[in-house]
């Protein structure tokens, strides 16, 4: 689906292609939420969350917040730049290479996070053993 072989997808081709993608999406949506608290896709209510995180004074969520939507901002400029390369270069795989360096990354974040929690609860731990 998403290798350029001709010029023209059909509808039903199209159909199936947005299907396989809001799925992807959707799972994204849940796999973050479920690991991270919050939702990657969804900008607006990042964006909106700022504005609550201004009025309460909190400044860790607002730098959260705002680190969250310019790394967003960021890939989604990346990714457009590197889709114009491949297509110049004329890689028909562009697109799916794209998907796999994003499931990496978010495969690595993942695990990162599993090593982070680990090691701070045993440096926890740890401290409390000391005292």
């Not at 900008?43 to 860790?60: F, K, L, P, V, Y």
């Not at 400029?77 to 697109?95: D, E």
């Amino acid at each position: 689906m998403l290798i350029k072989k001709k010029r023209v997808r059909s509808h039903t081709e199209d159909r199936y292609l947005a299907l396989v993608l809001a799925t992807t999406a959707g799972i994204l949506n849940a796999m973050a939420l479920g690991a991270f608290g919050f939702f990657p896709s969804h900008m607006t209510g990042n964006a909106s969350q700022i504005s609550s995180e201004i009025s309460s004074s909190n400044m860790h969520s607002l730098l959260f917040l705002a680190v969250l939507i310019t790394a967003f901002v960021l890939g989604c400029t990346t990714a457009r730049f590197a889709v114009i390369a491949g297509l110049q270069r004329k890689i028909r795989t562009i697109f799916c290479l794209i998907i796999l360096v994003e499931g990496l990354a978010l495969t690595a974040a993942s695990f990162l996070k599993r090593y982070i929690t680990r090691l701070a609860t045993t440096v926890k731990y740890w401290y409390c053993w000391d005292i």
